[in-house]
Every structure is written in structure tokens, then in C-alpha cells.
């Protein structure tokens, strides 16, 4: 049985295009190789580059081709009426009989005539004729970034800064008409010879947001490309809007940075999954060079909620052309109008709740939630507090042996380490249940914030590389949280500082990594929970 080279998706059938993908497969890349020289610089096929040709008229010359993929090919070809070099995209002939294609195609043309940036590959031309559509671009003579990235194990930070700049300035562009792209990658962003720009291309997919632009999708199929795709787009790709255009812009930052995509698998499936469920490797830990600011702001690209990332590409913009003169971090934009006031005044509050001097908070930080909710900040010993469910702090072994989860061990006794024992190993950014011993809460949620990845052979697991607390790990962890209060239907929850004892996760990132995702979670979802505590521990006197 083949495999698709690109996605490594099983083939059950011979066919000549990945059906996952839609890259070429090894049955149409031995027919190109058995092919004269001919057919390969024109295309799939010599009767159908004469067709081509014959609809193009004398004005347009093929010449060789460029590339090809699951939805037709791209020529490089001569303009004889203004004398200059083009690029010419056409549809494969068996796809246009397919309903849909043919209209795609012509939208692609029409959101591209409205665009006029330096980033974006804009289109000269657009005919249909004898069966034959194709449209007329700038030849832009330069690799992809995806080409680029070929040679190398990631770039240096000098050089993939102004790429992903230029790009994230061409989809400012088109966000700004309304257009969202939906298959921002590597192999989608291009150098141009002539202009000594970086552009965006391939709007074949794209979507129309606003009222009076046609939308390019009639479909409620997932398009896009399974490594650089949204969560929301695998699951609603009709519901999916511009932000999902940042996720994939995240995904691309982050393989030209480390030189890996974010999720990786064995199937387009397994990546989605993974894309959904794990928490990201920070991108630092694999290229310790990239500094906090992009470091940020790519993890912030690609948080799994909407709400969590950046809201524009005029964010994006503003944390990498503010970097130099100390511009804000990626995770002190706001991130929606109803959260603003509870994160102003919290950035007023934080020394003091960052502070190991001092009395500390005489009485709790109250933020209310406008329906009914509340999120609490407190200094003190989370074993103290009489809540539904604490939330303890351990590696994937559960030995609470020290920090938040050895206090849990004194303070309520042996039977809640020896309940915890029978469900370990424990993956990281998972949280297991166990009743609360001796304290003053009910249950006990166990957050694995370190440990080792599980590697599955066959029946039997081998531990892969650490895993360490992360915003991404935090934020899934906090949902796990969630899951379990409103499984039991619990009313009040308390969180320590997750990851900041034995895991080394800095104490202000941490805390404002979990303001800000359970003030998400009381304002938008929809739980039991009516109360979160983030309990900053302070000795007793």
C-alpha cells in the first residue's frame, strides 16, 4: 500500500493526487519522471498544455512549468503584448466538470483584483475558454519559503523576521477586505525577484467575511492543510473566521523558527487531534535564540481558543515592530472588549500580587463577572481554603513530594497520595480526581505540570522527551479543571501558581497566563463554576 509523500496519509487506491492533502502522489510523480523532457517542463500532460496554450491566444507564451498540485499547475509564461514575464495558473481539465471548482477558481481571481500590497501576488488576467480557466499573475522568479526551509533546520531569527513581517502586512491587507485566506503555510509565501518582497499567494481557498463579498466555499468540508490548520477550521470550517488566518500564520512563524511544525503525526487525522488536545512545545525550547517577544507572540498566535490569540494581524504587527523600543507583549494586548477592564485593572494590581514582602493582600482581590461569576486573587495557603475542589501541582508520577502537592499531602493525609498512585503514569496537561482526605474542600484535581511524553510501541510505553510547564500546558490544564467541576457540578475552585515550585515556570508568567484564561473561562463558558480562586502562597507567620 503507498503513502502520500507530503502527508504520509495511506493511499487505499492508486491515484494521481493525494485525497487528504491533495499533493501529487508517487503514481503521478512516476508518470512525470517517465515522461520526456517535453511534458515536464509544461505540464501534466502535452495534449492538455496545447489546449492551454490555444485558449491563451498569441498573447500568452507557456514556457516551462513552475509547480503543481492537487488543483492544477502554475506556468511560467511570456506576455507579447507588454513584453514581460508572467505566471499562469489553470485549473486541472478533469476538475472542472466538478461542481464548485470552476466558481472557486473565478472568486480566487476576483478577491485577488481587489488586493493592491506589496505582499499579496496579485492577478493581471482572468479567462475561460474551451473548457480551459486560468488566470495571469506576476512571475515572481524566487523559492517559497517552504523551499527555503528544505535546506535548513529552521532560520535565524534575522532572517525569518522580515519574511513573517511582510507576510503578516499581506494579510493585514486582505483581512482589512474582508478575505480570509484559510491555507496560510510555508509553500504559500514566495519571494519576488523584482520587487525584493516576500508576498502572500494562493487564495484558492480563501473566504469572504463581510456582506457583499462572495464567499469561495459552499461546502461544510475542511480546507486547509492538516499542520498549519485552526482547531475551529478542522471542526467548523464554515464558522471558522480571520483568526483562524493567525493560528496558521503562528504555525508557519514556528516552523521557520525551529524548523518543525507545531503537531506533528503520522496521518492528517492524528495531527488535527493533537493540534486540539496537546500542549504546544514552546517554540524557545527548541531554538533557545529566539527572544521572549517572538517567543510570545508565536505561542500566542497559536492558543487552541480564538479568544486567547492575537485578534489581528494589526496586533501582530504592533509586538514585532515594537520589539526594539519595548513595545507590549503578545500577552498584554487584550483580547476582547468585555475582558478590558478586569486586565487593566489587574496590570495595576500585579506587583503587589507578584511581591514576597510585605503583609501582602489584607483582604482578597474581588474581579466580578458580569454574569454572576467571580475570579478571586488571594495570598495564603491553598490548604486553608474551604472550596469545592483544590487544585494540587505534580510530575506524571503524582509523588507529591514537595511544594503545593506535599502541603495537600501533610495537610490532608496519606489516603489522597495513595488514591492518586493507582491512576499513575499521568500525561502531562492531564488532571485526575481524588477525594480530599482530611481538607476542608471535597475533591482534590491533580495537574501533572511536568514529566515525560508517553510513546506508544505497540502495547507498551516508552517515555519520550520532558515535558515542561508552559502557557499552552497551563491553559490545558485549566481546562481539564473545568471539565471535572462541571462533570461533578462543582460551585468554586482554587488554584495554586501551577508549575512555579519544581517546574521552574516563572511565577509572573504563570500568573498571568491563568488570569487571563480563567477570566476567559467564567466570562464565555459554560460551566457549573461560579468561583476561581488563585491562591499566591505566603507562609504563616
Same mark, same amino acid.
Given at each position: 500500500m503507498a503513502s502520500c509523500p507530503s502527508c504520509s496519509a495511506e493511499l487505499q487506491v492508486h491515484t494521481a493526487y493525494c485525497p487528504h492533502c491533495g499533493e501529487p502522489t508517487p503514481t503521478a510523480l512516476s508518470e512525470e519522471s517517465d515522461s520526456g523532457q517535453a511534458d515536464r517542463q509544461v505540464g501534466p500532460g502535452a495534449e492538455f498544455t496545447e489546449h492551454l496554450?490555444?485558449?491563451?491566444?498569441?498573447?500568452?507564451?507557456?514556457?516551462?512549468?513552475?509547480?503543481?498540485?492537487?488543483?492544477?499547475?502554475?506556468?511560467?509564461?511570456?506576455?507579447?503584448?507588454?513584453?514581460?514575464?508572467?505566471?499562469?495558473?489553470?485549473?486541472?481539465?478533469?476538475?472542472?466538470?466538478w461542481p464548485g471548482f470552476l466558481q472557486r477558481f473565478r472568486r480566487e481571481a476576483r478577491l485577488?483584483?481587489?488586493?493592491?500590497?506589496?505582499?499579496?501576488?496579485?492577478?493581471?488576467?482572468f479567462g475561460e475558454r474551451d473548457r480551459v480557466a486560468f488566470m495571469v499573475m506576476p512571475f515572481l522568479g524566487g523559492n517559497t519559503l517552504e523551499q527555503r526551509l528544505e535546506s535548513v533546520a529552521g532560520l535565524e531569527v534575522e532572517e525569518a523576521l522580515p519574511i513573517m513581517r511582510q507576510a503578516a502586512e499581506g494579510l493585514l491587507a486582505a483581512h482589512d477586505r474582508g478575505i480570509v485566506h484559510r491555507d496560510v503555510k510555508p509553500s504559500n509565501i514566495m519571494w519576488d525577484e523584482a520587487t525584493e518582497h516576500w508576498r502572500i499567494m494562493d487564495f484558492g481557498i480563501a473566504k469572504a467575511e463581510y456582506p457583499g463579498l462572495l464567499s469561495l466555499t459552499s461546502t461544510s468540508a475542511p480546507m486547509g492543510t492538516p499542520m498549519y490548520m485552526a482547531p475551529e477550521q478542522a471542526e467548523d470550517p464554515r464558522g471558522a473566521d480571520h483568526r483562524? %488566518?493567525?493560528? =496558521?500564520?503562528? @504555525?508557519?512563524?514556528?516552523?521557520? &523558527?525551529?524548523?518543525? #511544525?507545531?503537531?506533528?503525526?503520522?496521518? $492528517?487525522?492524528?495531527?488535527?487531534?493533537?493540534?486540539?488536545?496537546?500542549?504546544?512545545?514552546?517554540?524557545?525550547?527548541?531554538?533557545?535564540?529566539?527572544?521572549?517577544?517572538?517567543?510570545?507572540?508565536?505561542?500566542?498566535?497559536?492558543?487552541?481558543?480564538?479568544?486567547?490569540?492575537?485578534?489581528?494581524?494589526?496586533?501582530?504587527?504592533?509586538?514585532?515592530?515594537?520589539?526594539?523600543?519595548?513595545?507590549?507583549?503578545?500577552?498584554?494586548?487584550?483580547? %476582547?472588549?468585555? =475582558?478590558?477592564? @478586569?486586565?487593566?485593572?489587574?496590570? &495595576?494590581?500585579?506587583? #503587589?500580587?507578584?511581591?514576597?514582602?510585605? $503583609?501582602?493582600?489584607?483582604?482578597?482581590?474581588?474581579?466580578?463577572?458580569?454574569?454572576?461569576r467571580r475570579l478571586t486573587v488571594v495570598h495564603g495557603d491553598i490548604t486553608d481554603h474551604q472550596v469545592d475542589a483544590i487544585v494540587s501541582s505534580d510530575d506524571n508520577l503524582l509523588t507529591m513530594g514537595g511544594g503545593v502537592s506535599g502541603r495537600i499531602l501533610i495537610a490532608g493525609g496519606s489516603s489522597i497520595a495513595e488514591e492518586a498512585k493507582r491512576f499513575t503514569p499521568v500525561?502531562?496537561?492531564?488532571?485526575?480526581?481524588?477525594?480530599?482526605?482530611? &481538607?476542608?474542600?471535597?475533591?482534590?484535581?491533580?495537574?501533572?505540570t511536568l514529566g515525560f511524553e508517553p510513546k506508544y510501541w505497540g502495547t507498551r510505553i516508552r517515555w519520550g522527551a520532558t515535558v515542561e510547564p508552559s502557557r499552552d500546558l497551563i491553559s490545558e490544564i485549566i481546562e481539564g479543571c473545568f471539565y471535572h467541576a462541571e462533570t461533578l457540578e462543582l460551585y468554586s475552585l482554587a488554584f495554586p501558581l501551577l508549575g512555579t515550585g519544581a517546574g521552574g515556570f516563572a511565577r509572573d508568567v504563570c500568573l498571568d497566563t491563568m488570569f487571563r484564561v480563567l477570566l476567559r473561562k467564567l466570562l464565555f463558558g459554560i460551566t457549573s463554576v461560579r468561583e476561581a480562586r488563585i491562591v499566591l502562597f505566603r507562609p504563616k507567620a
Amino acid at each position: 500500500m503507498a503513502s502520500c509523500p507530503s502527508c504520509s496519509a495511506e493511499l487505499q487506491v492508486h491515484t494521481a493526487y493525494c485525497p487528504h492533502c491533495g499533493e501529487p502522489t508517487p503514481t503521478a510523480l512516476s508518470e512525470e519522471s517517465d515522461s520526456g523532457q517535453a511534458d515536464r517542463q509544461v505540464g501534466p500532460g502535452a495534449e492538455f498544455t496545447e489546449h492551454l496554450q490555444a485558449a491563451l491566444g498569441l498573447r500568452y507564451e507557456l514556457k516551462h512549468l513552475i509547480g503543481r498540485g492537487g488543483f492544477g499547475a502554475v506556468y511560467a509564461a511570456w506576455d507579447a503584448r507588454l513584453q514581460r514575464r508572467v505566471a499562469v495558473k489553470s485549473i486541472r481539465p478533469d476538475l472542472l466538470a466538478w461542481p464548485g471548482f470552476l466558481q472557486r477558481f473565478r472568486r480566487e481571481a476576483r478577491l485577488l483584483a481587489q488586493l493592491r500590497h506589496p505582499s499579496v501576488v496579485e492577478v493581471f488576467d482572468f479567462g475561460e475558454r474551451d473548457r480551459v480557466a486560468f488566470m495571469v499573475m506576476p512571475f515572481l522568479g524566487g523559492n517559497t519559503l517552504e523551499q527555503r526551509l528544505e535546506s535548513v533546520a529552521g532560520l535565524e531569527v534575522e532572517e525569518a523576521l522580515p519574511i513573517m513581517r511582510q507576510a503578516a502586512e499581506g494579510l493585514l491587507a486582505a483581512h482589512d477586505r474582508g478575505i480570509v485566506h484559510r491555507d496560510v503555510k510555508p509553500s504559500n509565501i514566495m519571494w519576488d525577484e523584482a520587487t525584493e518582497h516576500w508576498r502572500i499567494m494562493d487564495f484558492g481557498i480563501a473566504k469572504a467575511e463581510y456582506p457583499g463579498l462572495l464567499s469561495l466555499t459552499s461546502t461544510s468540508a475542511p480546507m486547509g492543510t492538516p499542520m498549519y490548520m485552526a482547531p475551529e477550521q478542522a471542526e467548523d470550517p464554515r464558522g471558522a473566521d480571520h483568526r483562524a %488566518d493567525i493560528y =496558521s500564520y503562528g @504555525a508557519t512563524f514556528y516552523r521557520a &523558527l525551529t524548523g518543525r #511544525a507545531p503537531f506533528e503525526g503520522d496521518a $492528517p487525522l492524528a495531527v488535527l487531534i493533537k493540534a486540539k488536545i496537546d500542549p504546544l512545545v514552546s517554540p524557545r525550547s527548541l531554538n533557545p535564540a529566539i527572544p521572549d517577544y517572538l517567543n510570545d507572540c508565536v505561542e500566542r498566535c497559536l492558543a487552541k481558543e480564538p479568544a486567547d490569540r492575537l485578534q489581528s494581524f494589526r496586533d501582530v504587527l504592533t509586538v514585532l515592530e515594537g520589539a526594539d523600543s519595548g513595545g507590549p507583549s503578545a500577552w498584554h494586548l487584550p483580547s %476582547d472588549p468585555i =475582558s478590558n477592564d @478586569a486586565l487593566a485593572r489587574y496590570q &495595576l494590581r500585579r506587583a #503587589a500580587y507578584l511581591t514576597k514582602e510585605g $503583609p501582602g493582600l489584607e483582604e482578597p482581590d474581588v474581579y466580578e463577572v458580569p454574569n454572576g461569576r467571580r475570579l478571586t486573587v488571594v495570598h495564603g495557603d491553598i490548604t486553608d481554603h474551604q472550596v469545592d475542589a483544590i487544585v494540587s501541582s505534580d510530575d506524571n508520577l503524582l509523588t507529591m513530594g514537595g511544594g503545593v502537592s506535599g502541603r495537600i499531602l501533610i495537610a490532608g493525609g496519606s489516603s489522597i497520595a495513595e488514591e492518586a498512585k493507582r491512576f499513575t503514569p499521568v500525561r502531562p496537561g492531564r488532571v485526575i480526581v481524588t477525594t480530599a482526605g482530611d &481538607l476542608a474542600a471535597s475533591f482534590v484535581f491533580h495537574a501533572v505540570t511536568l514529566g515525560f511524553e508517553p510513546k506508544y510501541w505497540g502495547t507498551r510505553i516508552r517515555w519520550g522527551a520532558t515535558v515542561e510547564p508552559s502557557r499552552d500546558l497551563i491553559s490545558e490544564i485549566i481546562e481539564g479543571c473545568f471539565y471535572h467541576a462541571e462533570t461533578l457540578e462543582l460551585y468554586s475552585l482554587a488554584f495554586p501558581l501551577l508549575g512555579t515550585g519544581a517546574g521552574g515556570f516563572a511565577r509572573d508568567v504563570c500568573l498571568d497566563t491563568m488570569f487571563r484564561v480563567l477570566l476567559r473561562k467564567l466570562l464565555f463558558g459554560i460551566t457549573s463554576v461560579r468561583e476561581a480562586r488563585i491562591v499566591l502562597f505566603r507562609p504563616k507567620a
